[in-house]
């Protein structure tokens, strides 16, 4: 079984990771994509702001300034 890593990340418009939550729990990341998601303003999303949710397949692909949890 290979490992998946689900990464939630904001990036703001210039492609900046503004946060990023890693976990292994797909329910726990679908949640956090969801409140990435609805925490960002209409202003922010017109400017370009994103949420994304995307698998790795190990921590080293994880941004290093990331919360990661178990």
Known sequence: MTLQIWVNEQIDPSGLIYS????????????????????LT??????????????VDSWEDVPVNSLKLD
Request: charged letters at 25%; glycine letters at 2%; aromatic letters at 6%.
């Open 20 to 39: 990023c939550i890693a976990c292994c729990d797909q329910d726990q990341a679908k949640d956090c994509h969801d409140s990435f998601t609805s925490n």
């Open 42 to 55: 209409p202003e922010q999303k017109a400017s370009g702001w994103i949420a994304r949710l995307r698998i």
